[in-house]
């Protein structure tokens, strides 16, 4: 039996110094933490599983921890992580990824809006459709969507890949389409198979930068 | 604005080494990275083209023989004014290029300033003077005090605020740990990362290990946390003793911090995490706050990843500061650094450094209305930034109501720049907004973190001197009545009292808010 930390009506504070504490080697499981904002923050290891539905800031600024949430995800899900993973089994809203450094993300439903914006090397696989904005500023690392997305996709992507599945609104600038190498597939594909998502890789399509200099000559 | 043709570059032959002996110098030659001298295959040295010359007076600071002059060449403020050569050269400029002008350093030309206001000095109908020589002075500034867990304790009321390592060279920021360490003061990573060394450096120490205190007495890193995020990780937010959320800056409020490809060498690009040689543009905005109530998370979760420890600060640009310090306030952070159009900048477009955000005196008093209206003044500490050259405006601005200041521009000038204007172009004489190993040598972290704490305990020195003339032994005493405007203009724009009408405007007497 994993631990479980009930953190209904109680402050951020006290739960996550709650939860530090019990991080020692199984996962530690959170139940009532909607509410919570920035929950498990920093985390250098240990895994932890949100029961239900998560605030925002989920996992911000994680460094290595494994986070996984049932329901759905707050705005801004993994916000600045550098290593670990955090998988959300619902959908996530705005801003899941952003500014990454390096981790994955997966998120099995639905993402919002500016999903992955100014990834500098995570990992981010969305399982079904993502909204407008993914993808923007990208500097580094690879942004999957499985499903369709919105509009301005890869907005002025600097470095970096992003692979969708469906359809898109409307490209952003500086992207263009590549066409996917078998490198590329494998490394889906790994991905599918890692995260037991359905996907035939085959169908993707990629896109790149332009340029690594898109703003000055 | 350095434009073409705006220095007259005179050698005087009778003196110069070279002049006497061909090939014996070729100092300003060397020095120079704008190709303004030339030396030929006989060894003699020729000014090749002066219009390339930006004033930054390194041959001239080199010159073994005192042979160089460098000269304005005109007052052409005076004679040609609004169509001076400056305008007439960024006509051109937009003409043949097709784009604005982008420079560093900051704004330029007459804004209301301290010099609008002077010290009233204590004699009989007012507290008596205490006496500097012989009397003490309470100068500490606690930030944090009843919401971290460490408060950090600055010695003086300055810091040195965000430069960041991109803007500045790797040297330029050691030296300001050193100088930060050496005086008990704060220095501040700026949004570019975390150099190393910095972290112990600013605490006093040169080996990471922290064994020996080496530079007493020791000071503070205050690590900024901005909407680009380069180099930003938990451990990154930790390594410091405080966090800077910022939202904006005096030189280019509205707009993200710009650090131009040129700069983006292999070690800025691996800190950034950018490629080489690209433009590092940091949205205006953060990308993860929607709304207000996004801030104030953003505020708890930096505090929850500081474990509770470390104070939270947050900067911001001039704008609306009254409302804009309100919010910062109850976004619940430790202390608000309020920057006026005078703050210095790496980069940013030029109509926007000149003429975009409020002077410094024009932020401080509604910023200390607004914190004094939450019951906060003096609690959540304000700290003013933008064109504080000296003691007597720190002073003026402590008295205004601000509990400390920060000396960018100035800790600049104080490491050896020579306020050329040019930051942007990388190619800083001094090594300090440079990334070139060539010129970043001519910077030696040490020497210059010794200039930096003699300028700093000089500046608190003049703090010391005005708060006891007028006085007081304790910064926290000063007040509005230890100021007068001289003009009518500042007297408007701070609602201090006017010399000789001793009192203020009528109407800041009758209620008035912003």
Known sequence: ?217 | MPVIGTFCVSVDKDVCVNAQSPGKCATCVEVCPYGVYEIDAQGQVHVNNYNTCVGCRICAEFCPANAIRINPAESEYLSRYPWTFGQIEEIHHKSLTGGYLLRGFGTAGPLPHFDGIVVVPSQLASESPRDKYREECQMEVVIGEDTAEEPITLRYPILFPAMSYGALSREAKLALAIGAAKTGIATNTGEGGVVPEEPYYANGYADPERKEQKWAPGGYLVIQWSTGRWGVSADYVNAGDAVEIKIGQGAKPGMGGHLLGAKVTEEIAAVRGIPVGSDALSPCRYYDVLSFEDMKKMVAFLRDVTDYKKPILMKLGPSRPYDDVRMAAEAGVDAISIDGICGGTGASPDVVTQGVGIPTIACIPPAVRALKDLGLHRKVKLIALGGIRNGLDAFKALAMGADAVGFGTAAEIAMGCRACMACHKGNCPYGITSQKPELRARLDPEEVGQRLANFVQATAEEIKILTMLSGHDDIRDLSEEDLRAVDINTAAITGLKMIGYERRLPWWENGHSS
């Open chain 1, 1 to 217: 039996m994993s631990p479980v930390l009930d953190a209904k009506d109680q402050e951020l504070k006290t739960v996550s110094r709650k939860l530090r504490k019990m991080l020692n080697g199984q996962p530690v499981v959170v139940k009532n933490a909607a509410h919570l904002h920035g929950l498990a923050a920093g985390l250098k290891h240990g895994e932890v599983v949100i029961e239900g539905h998560s605030g925002d800031y989920l996992g911000v600024l994680n460094d290595g921890a494994t986070i996984t949430v049932k329901g759905d995800a707050g705005k801004y899900l993994a916000d600045n992580m550098t290593r670990g993973r955090v998988l959300v089994e619902g959908n996530a809203d705005y801003g899941a990824g952003q500014y990454c450094y390096g981790g994955t993300v997966v998120v099995k439903g639905n993402a919002g809006d500016f999903t992955a914006t100014m990834n500098k090397g995570a990992t981010i696989i969305i399982g079904g459709d993502v909204g407008s904005e993914a993808g923007t500023y990208m500097l580094a690392g690879d942004l999957v969507i499985v499903g369709d997305a919105g509009a301005n996709l890869g907005n002025y992507l600097i470095r970096g890949n992003i692979y969708v599945g469906g359809e898109w609104a409307s490209l952003g600038h500086n992207t263009r389409l590549e066409p996917l190498t078998e490198e590329d597939v494998h490394k889906l594909e790994g991905y599918f198979a890692e995260h037991g998502i359905q996907a035939d890789a085959h169908g993707f399509h990629k896109l790149a930068p332009l340029s690594a200099k898109p703003f000055y000559k």
